[in-house]
């Protein structure tokens, strides 16, 4: 069947007999291609330690190469969001896939690591098109009792691709290189291409305006600088003076951003979507998830490593336990958020999110891996409940031609919350690390190494640290070192888990007072 042209509206619902092949090809389409955006913001944790060897990287350079990643995808979604729904969502979903291939490639064939952090950026520019127009092309696809399935399938593929990270991460690294981290995007990448093109119907906002690049420019930078200013506060401290202006000029440039959209006859945010409770819930939601448990992983993923001392593939494969339990569960919440009101899934989910948090704690110097298990299988069950009936949310409170703004805000606050989340986290977890690690080796190692060494425990490099100090004092240093670092990242881990504990219950409690069943929009 030929595909709608580009400018016609998909509002009505087609017939069955003219959908029934086209959808099931689009909602394809789309899960590969999120698949891969999402996979890319874990599946590099695992090699971050071939990274800094081959490509002589600091750790600052490290969160560099992740967080580039998301901050442009959390800057751009919006933006594509306005773009897609005037020009047609299949063409900007196409578009961003191509630049996401050329974003992979650029990565893999990287010589330096300013050059790969360049690269992950541009990966993210079309990871943005990409993610901005997924929940759009399935809302205009998919109708009835169809779409629970479909948005089923889409959450179980979110909170695989983010799990499954560390799996896949360590199984090409340890057997090819860290190199094919990204190259294996590549045949995928051509796959979904040729599928939306062929398969895929156009759909677009017969209503869209320009885009607004004003609004662009400025939330970009503010988003910039709060991310820059949280990385640094764990280098040098939050009340140093580059610090405190990142973060204030970060409050300032979003109060204009506020004040931009208020303005604007055709803004890429319409603020008057949250005066619906549900909207508002569904972002809140969404910052909540990812701040939390996603942002968390990145953290977990190190302790396993690089203090428990397991290889990439052993380190990937013991949080099977978490991808598992989320794809069980989402498949589960797909079929009920057609029969079950969508604030009895994401308020409980996130309940049980925080129960799961909360048995991560406790982890002590002379724990096993073993102990992560319960924690990783309840909050994983957490995630499958929320993913499926939020990917709704997002767009069930608008017209479909609406839907590429909202899921484009949706979007941006997800990747906010890994963006911010990670910086935060990232900030508190080395600060209270090398606060620790410095007081604990103070007196008893070279004043000459103390700086070295609280560096590397800093970013959680416990065996690398404490090979150092054999180096230098034998088996009395690598016990020293080994154990002071251990206890440090131990207490640090802690500590931020039980951060991430707060913004699960707390988010929990707001979602179910926000969300509400008559919001959404009937189909």
Request: charged share 10%; proline share 4%; with cysteine.
């Given at each position: 069947?030929p595909d709608q042209?580009v400018g016609?509206?998909?509002?009505e619902?087609?017939?069955?007999?003219?959908?029934?092949?086209?959808?099931?090809?689009?909602?394809a389409?789309?899960?590969?291609g999120?698949f891969m955006?999402l996979l890319?913001?874990?599946?590099?944790?695992?090699?971050?330690?071939?990274?800094?060897?081959?490509?002589?990287?600091s750790?600052?350079?490290?969160?560099?190469?992740?967080d580039a990643?998301?901050?442009s995808?959390?800057a751009?979604?919006?933006?594509?969001?306005?773009l897609?729904d005037?020009?047609?969502?299949?063409?900007?979903?196409v578009?961003?896939t191509?630049?996401?291939?050329i974003?992979?490639?650029?990565?893999g064939?990287?010589?330096s690591?300013?050059?790969l952090?360049?690269?992950?950026?541009?990966?993210?520019?079309?990871?943005?098109?990409?993610f901005?127009?997924?929940?759009a092309?399935?809302a205009?696809?998919?109708?009835g009792?169809?779409?629970?399935?479909?948005?089923?399938?889409?959450?179980?593929?979110?909170?695989?691709?983010?799990a499954?990270g560390?799996?896949?991460g360590?199984?090409?690294?340890?057997g090819?290189s860290?190199r094919?981290?990204f190259?294996?995007n590549v045949p995928?990448?051509?796959?979904?291409?040729?599928?939306s093109?062929?398969?895929?119907?156009?759909?677009h906002?017969p209503?869209?305006?320009?885009p607004?690049?004003v609004?662009?420019?400025v939330?970009?930078?503010?988003?910039?600088?709060?991310v820059?200013?949280?990385?640094?506060?764990?280098q040098?401290?939050?009340?140093?003076?580059?610090?405190?202006?990142c973060l204030?000029a970060a409050?300032?440039l979003?109060a204009l951003?506020?004040?931009s959209?208020m303005?604007?006859?055709?803004?890429?945010?319409?603020?008057?979507?949250l005066r619906k409770?549900?909207?508002t819930g569904?972002l809140?939601?969404?910052?909540?998830?990812?701040?939390s448990?996603?942002?968390?992983?990145?953290?977990?993923?190190?302790?396993?490593?690089?203090v428990?001392?397991?290889?990439?593939?052993?380190?990937?494969?013991?949080?099977?336990?978490?991808?598992?339990?989320?794809f069980?569960a989402?498949?589960?919440?797909g079929?009920l958020?057609?029969?079950?009101?969508?604030?009895?899934l994401?308020?409980p989910?996130f309940?049980v999110?925080?129960?799961?948090?909360?048995?991560?704690?406790?982890?002590?110097?002379?724990?096993s891996?073993t102990?992560?298990?319960?924690g990783?299988?309840?909050?994983g069950?957490?995630?499958?409940?929320?993913n499926p009936?939020l990917?709704?949310?997002?767009?069930?409170?608008?017209?479909v031609d609406?839907?590429?703004?909202?899921?484009?805000?949706n979007?941006?606050?997800?990747?906010?919350?890994?963006?911010?989340g990670?910086?935060?986290?990232g900030s508190?977890?080395?600060?209270q690390?090398?606060?620790s690690?410095?007081?604990?080796l103070?007196?008893?190692?070279p004043?000459?190494?103390l700086?070295g060494?609280?560096?590397?425990?800093?970013?959680g490099?416990v065996?690398?640290a404490a090979?150092?100090?054999?180096?230098?004092a034998?088996?009395r240093?690598y016990?020293?070192?080994?154990?002071?670092?251990?206890?440090?990242?131990?207490?640090?881990?802690?500590h931020?888990?039980?951060?991430?504990?707060?913004?699960?219950?707390?988010?929990?409690v707001?979602?179910?007072?926000?969300?509400?069943?008559k919001d959404?929009?009937?189909?």
């Amino acid at each position: 069947m030929p595909d709608q042209p580009v400018g016609a509206t998909s509002t009505e619902a087609p017939s069955a007999e003219r959908t029934t092949d086209p959808k099931w090809w689009t909602l394809a389409a789309v899960c590969l291609g999120v698949f891969m955006l999402l996979l890319d913001i874990t599946i590099v944790n695992v090699a971050l330690p071939d990274i800094q060897s081959e490509l002589s990287a600091s750790l600052s350079d490290l969160q560099w190469v992740i967080d580039a990643y998301a901050l442009s995808l959390a800057a751009l979604l919006l933006t594509a969001g306005s773009l897609s729904d005037l020009y047609g969502r299949r063409r900007i979903f196409v578009i961003g896939t191509v630049l996401f291939t050329i974003g992979s490639v650029a990565c893999g064939l990287a010589q330096s690591i300013t050059v790969l952090t360049v690269s992950r950026a541009f990966q993210g520019i079309g990871g943005a098109a990409m993610f901005a127009t997924a929940l759009a092309l399935l809302a205009s696809a998919f109708h009835g009792k169809d779409r629970g399935t479909a948005f089923g399938v889409f959450g179980a593929t979110t909170g695989v691709a983010v799990a499954v990270g560390p799996v896949l991460g360590g199984v090409l690294t340890s057997g090819l290189s860290w190199r094919w981290i990204f190259f294996v995007n590549v045949p995928l990448c051509l796959v979904a291409i040729a599928v939306s093109l062929t398969k895929v119907r156009e759909s677009h906002d017969p209503r869209a305006g320009r885009p607004d690049w004003v609004g662009f420019v400025v939330f970009t930078a503010a988003l910039a600088c709060l991310v820059y200013g949280l990385i640094e506060a764990g280098q040098d401290g939050w009340t140093q003076p580059t610090v405190v202006v990142c973060l204030v000029a970060a409050a300032v440039l979003l109060a204009l951003f506020v004040v931009s959209q208020m303005v604007q006859q055709h803004p890429m945010f319409d603020l008057g979507l949250l005066r619906k409770p549900t909207f508002t819930g569904g972002l809140i939601a969404a910052f909540g998830v990812s701040a939390s448990i996603f942002s968390l992983l990145t953290f977990l993923v190190i302790y396993v490593q690089n203090v428990l001392g397991y290889s990439p593939i052993g380190t990937g494969i013991r949080f099977l336990f978490l991808s598992g339990a989320s794809f069980v569960a989402a498949a589960v919440a797909g079929r009920l958020s057609e029969r079950v009101p969508v604030k009895w899934l994401i308020g409980p989910g996130f309940l049980v999110l925080g129960v799961g948090l909360l048995l991560l704690r406790g982890i002590e110097t002379t724990s096993s891996w073993t102990h992560l298990i319960p924690g990783l299988l309840v909050s994983g069950i957490g995630i499958g409940m929320i993913n499926p009936p939020l990917a709704s949310t997002a767009v069930g409170v608008v017209s479909v031609d609406r839907s590429g703004m909202a899921s484009g805000v949706n979007s941006t606050l997800r990747q906010v919350g890994i963006a911010t989340g990670i910086a935060a986290l990232g900030s508190i977890f080395s600060q209270q690390v090398a606060d620790s690690a410095r007081s604990g080796l103070q007196g008893k190692v070279p004043p000459g190494a103390l700086d070295g060494l609280t560096s590397a425990l800093s970013g959680g490099q416990v065996s690398a640290a404490a090979q150092a100090a054999r180096a230098r004092a034998g088996q009395r240093g690598y016990d020293l070192v080994h154990q002071v670092g251990t206890s440090s990242v131990v207490d640090a881990l802690n500590h931020i888990i039980a951060i991430s504990v707060v913004i699960a219950f707390v988010t929990g409690v707001l979602t179910l007072f926000l969300i509400r069943q008559k919001d959404f929009v009937q189909r």
